[in-house]
Structures are given as C-alpha cells and as structure tokens.
C-alpha cells in the first residue's frame, strides 16, 4: 500500500469515527466537532452540522410554544395583529424596551374562544387607565404605593405599562370608584419569567371616614375580593374584617397566567356572583364569592412574589349587560365602548367577540332590519387622519360581522366619524376610552 492510499484510507477511518463520536456525544455535538475540526473537511463537516442542530433547535423552539397553548387556543400576545400602518390617533404610541419582559416574538390569537363570552361590557365607562398621561420613569400620577413603580414602554406591545417593581408592595388606584352591583373589571398583565406565586388583584370597600395608609395589609377596608393570578391557576377569596368573618374561596387550576406575554384578564361581578376570563376562556365562576351588602370603592394590585415583577395597563371598569335588544331594536340606536381595536390599527381585540356576538344574535333574530356602523374616535392627532381610521375600523367590524357571524353584508354599511362627536371631553384616559366607540343606527 502506497502512501497517498495510507493517508486516503486513514482520513476515512478518522472520519468515521468522528460522525460515531458526533452521534455517540449528542449531548454536547457543537464541542466535539470543534474539538476536532481542525481541517477544510472537518470545517465543512462542522458547518453542516451546526446547520443541522439550528433546524433541530428550531422544531424544538416550535415545540415548546405548541406546549404552551391551553385547550385549542394558542396563548399569545395580541400585539403585532393587523398590518395597517400607523396613524396619529389617541391611542398611545410606545417606544423603548424592558430587559426583564419576555424575549418572544408576538403570534397573531385564534379568536374562536373569545365568540364564546357569555358578557358585554357596558357603555358607560367607570373607570380606564393605560397611563397615556405620565411620563415614562415616573411613577403614576393618579396612583399611590408604599413601593417602588414605573411607567414604561415595551417592546413586544404598544402603550405604556405600570411596572410593579417593589418587594411586596400594595400599588392602589388613589381615587374612589362607584361601582354598582353589576360591573366588569378588564385588565392586561405581563408577568416576567421570574412569575410563580402571583400577584393579587383587589376590589375592596373603604370606609371613607376612615380611610387607611397604604401598607401591606392582606385585607383592606371593610371587606373586599381577593384575585390570586399565580402561575399554576386562580383562586378568589371573598373576606370581612367583621370579627366573625371568614373566607368564601373558589379555585380553578386551569389556564394558567403566562409569562412573558401580554395576558388579558376578566372579573365580572353581579352582587356575591364573581366570574373570572383569561384569554378567551371562563377559568372560575362562584356564585356566592362576595360577603352581602359589600359596595366596592377601590382596587388594587399587590405583590406575593419578591422576585417577580409584573407589568400591568389597561384597566377597564365598565357597567354590565347592556339591553341591545331595546336599544338597537326599540330605541333604533345602540353605542358601544364594548369594541376595542389595538394601537393605531384597525384590527379587533378578541376581548371585544362577546358584544360582536350580541349584535349578531338581534340581527339574526330580526333579519329586516339594516345597520350603519359609525367608528368614532377622540380628539388626539390629525382629524382627516381619525377621520379615515374611524371609517376603517367600522369597516373592519363590518367585516367580522358578516364573516365571523354570518350576517348578510348587504344589511350594513359602515361611516366613519372620526373626531366630530365626542361623547365625553377629551381630557382624561377615561374620556377618550368613550370617545373611542362604535355606534350602530337602525336603518
């Protein structure tokens, strides 16, 4: 054997061994290729290799997001949805980024769950914050804490997020709110990946003669509700600090809150009732939650978990079940706040499918009658600008409703209003989340 045939004869054998020691070391297959790659062909060998285990990486991170989704809805952001560029309208614009928020990219949400609501936010609005009005590092004007806040921008959503930053901190609305017995809390979360044992949401009623300093009481004012979103599941706890008082508790263990992305959350209460949605799904219904004759007058977040710092934004309070039959129906005229689109874009949340539905239902049941769609916006920005997006978005629930729920497109026609007939002054978070309305005229 000569010499060339030797070297020829002895590369392959090294070859050999080197794709047995590839496959025998598949634990750690990037360090033994560099360990011996040290010629062209080793170089090569490496390259298609790592080329391989980049595929390989991929399916996996493919995955491990198809393990995240709950029942047949994929749980994701909704940011991203919509491909309309952006105008200057109210809503707010963000910039910046958090290095604690989560490294995912946004996916676009099925919406088959959220037609299934069994609710309709009111038309008037209570309460609405998304902090559009402070400054970015500031802690929130309108707010009050015995820990530490800011107000920031992300970069996996629009708008501005209150993070919650403070070891075991109560971060409390300053003001008091009039709820009535029948009303609907909204609220959007990002827990970090730190998240485990939850934050708390609270409603309580606070003895106005004799209000308390913010501390770290587990049971603020006269009695109140307790809203445990932890990463294994739900709970709520109804209490009183009446000396005979005791717990009424309700537990649920299904979809749990998501870290890393923006989670969308419901508590609907009717009197003791207390009923709990987290993107798209019903998670708890206790009928009897709530100690009688409580009347709420203020919320709150607080902290169980020092290592996590969630972000929280979009708090919507609104009065409960609004009688579309007799407004659209009898009165000729229904407006809503109950349809809400993302960011300068004409693309529905899916929290809004459950009055879409209501619509479709008294259509369905009076099929005569014939819609116009109005899309209003508030003040904010360029007029000819609202004006156009105000026409889209009427187009685009227009669209759904014809599409998603079956009603003949030929019995609508959608207008927009843009700016031209506030509902509200344009002064506060709460005033323009009114001004931004659909309003549906029998024709």
């Given at each position: 054997?000569?010499?060339?045939?030797?070297?020829?004869?002895?590369?392959?054998?090294?070859?050999?061994?080197?794709?047995?020691?590839?496959?025998?070391?598949?634990?750690?297959?990037?360090?033994?290729?560099?360990?011996?790659?040290?010629?062209?062909?080793?170089?090569?060998?490496?390259?298609?290799?790592?080329?391989?285990?980049?595929?390989?990486?991929?399916?996996?991170?493919?995955?491990?997001?198809?393990?995240?989704?709950?029942?047949?809805?994929?749980?994701?952001?909704?940011?991203?949805?919509?491909?309309?560029?952006?105008?200057?309208?109210s809503d707010n614009e963000a910039s910046g980024n958090d290095e604690r928020v989560v490294n995912t990219a946004p996916v676009k949400q099925k919406l088959e769950s959220y037609t299934q609501y069994d609710f309709v936010p009111g038309d008037r609005i209570l309460y609405y914050e998304d902090f559009s009005q402070d400054a970015v590092g500031d802690f929130p004007a309108l707010w009050t804490s015995n820990g530490s806040g800011e107000v920031k921008t992300i970069n996996i959503v629009p708008g501005k997020?209150?993070?919650?930053?403070?070891?075991?901190?109560?971060?409390?609305?300053?003001?008091?709110?009039?709820?009535?017995?029948?009303?609907?809390?909204?609220?959007?979360?990002?827990?970090?990946?730190?998240?485990?044992?939850?934050?708390?949401?609270?409603?309580?009623?606070?003895?106005?003669?004799?209000?308390?300093?913010?501390?770290?009481?587990?049971?603020?004012?006269?009695?109140?509700?307790?809203?445990?979103?932890?990463?294994?599941?739900?709970?709520?706890?109804?209490?009183?600090?009446?000396?005979?008082?005791?717990?009424?508790?309700?537990?649920?263990?299904?979809?749990?809150?998501?870290?890393?992305?923006?989670?969308?959350?419901?508590?609907?209460?009717?009197?003791?009732?207390?009923?709990?949605?987290?993107?798209?799904?019903?998670?708890?219904?206790?009928?009897?939650?709530?100690?009688?004759?409580?009347?709420?007058?203020?919320?709150?977040?607080?902290?169980?978990?020092?290592?996590?710092?969630?972000?929280?934004?979009?708090?919507?309070?609104?009065?409960?079940?609004?009688?579309?039959?007799?407004?659209?129906?009898?009165?000729?005229?229904?407006?809503?706040?109950?349809?809400?689109?993302?960011?300068?874009?004409?693309?529905?949340?899916?929290?809004?499918?459950?009055?879409?539905?209501?619509?479709?239902?008294?259509?369905?049941?009076?099929?005569?009658?014939?819609?116009?769609?109005?899309?209003?916006?508030?003040?904010?920005?360029?007029?000819?600008?609202?004006?156009?997006?105000?026409?889209?978005?009427?187009?685009?629930?227009?669209?759904?409703?014809?599409?998603?729920?079956?009603?003949?497109?030929?019995?609508?026609?959608?207008?927009?209003?843009?700016?031209?007939?506030?509902?509200?002054?344009?002064?506060?978070?709460?005033?323009?989340?009114?001004?931004?309305?659909?309003?549906?005229?029998?024709?």
């Amino acid at each position: 054997m000569n010499i060339r045939n030797f070297v020829a004869l002895t590369s392959v054998f090294l070859l050999l061994l080197l794709c047995l020691g590839v496959k025998a070391q598949v634990a750690k297959p990037r360090e033994v290729i560099r360990e011996e790659g040290t010629t062209r062909v080793n170089n090569k060998i490496y390259e298609g290799v790592d080329k391989g285990f980049n595929k390989i990486e991929e399916g996996m991170g493919s995955l491990l997001k198809k393990k995240k989704s709950h029942g047949d809805e994929e749980v994701e952001s909704n940011a991203g949805e919509g491909t309309e560029s952006a105008t200057k309208e109210s809503d707010n614009e963000a910039s910046g980024n958090d290095e604690r928020v989560v490294n995912t990219a946004p996916v676009k949400q099925k919406l088959e769950s959220y037609t299934q609501y069994d609710f309709v936010p009111g038309d008037r609005i209570l309460y609405y914050e998304d902090f559009s009005q402070d400054a970015v590092g500031d802690f929130p004007a309108l707010w009050t804490s015995n820990g530490s806040g800011e107000v920031k921008t992300i970069n996996i959503v629009p708008g501005k997020w209150l993070h919650m930053n403070g070891e075991d901190a109560v971060y409390c609305y300053s003001k008091s709110v009039a709820f009535p017995d029948n009303f609907i809390v909204e609220f959007d979360i990002i827990p970090d990946e730190e998240y485990r044992h939850g934050i708390v949401f609270t409603l309580y009623e606070e003895n106005p003669e004799d209000p308390k300093e913010i501390n770290d009481d587990l049971y603020p004012g006269e009695s109140g509700l307790h809203l445990v979103l932890a990463s294994e599941g739900w709970e709520t706890k109804g209490y009183t600090n009446e000396p005979e008082g005791d717990w009424i508790e309700g537990q649920a263990s299904k979809n749990p809150v998501i870290t890393g992305q923006v989670n969308h959350v419901i508590l609907w209460i009717q009197k003791r009732r207390a009923r709990i949605y987290h993107q798209g799904a019903k998670v708890l219904d206790v009928p009897t939650n709530i100690y009688a004759h409580t009347k709420f007058n203020k919320v709150l977040f607080s902290g169980w978990d020092r290592a996590s710092w969630p972000m929280v934004s979009n708090i919507r309070i609104t009065t409960a079940a609004a009688d579309t039959r007799s407004r659209l129906i009898t009165e000729g005229r229904l407006t809503t706040c109950g349809i809400t689109f993302n960011v300068n874009k004409t693309d529905i949340k899916p929290e809004s499918y459950g009055t879409l539905n209501d619509i479709a239902t008294v259509l369905r049941e009076n099929p005569s009658v014939k819609v116009k769609i109005v899309g209003h916006t508030d003040s904010d920005g360029d007029d000819a600008l609202n004006l156009d997006l105000s026409k889209r978005r009427a187009e685009s629930v227009m669209n759904e409703l014809s599409s998603r729920f079956g009603i003949d497109a030929s019995r609508m026609q959608a207008e927009g209003a843009g700016e031209s007939n506030p509902a509200a002054p344009n002064d506060t978070p709460s005033n323009k989340a009114m001004n931004r309305r659909v309003e549906f005229i029998k024709m």
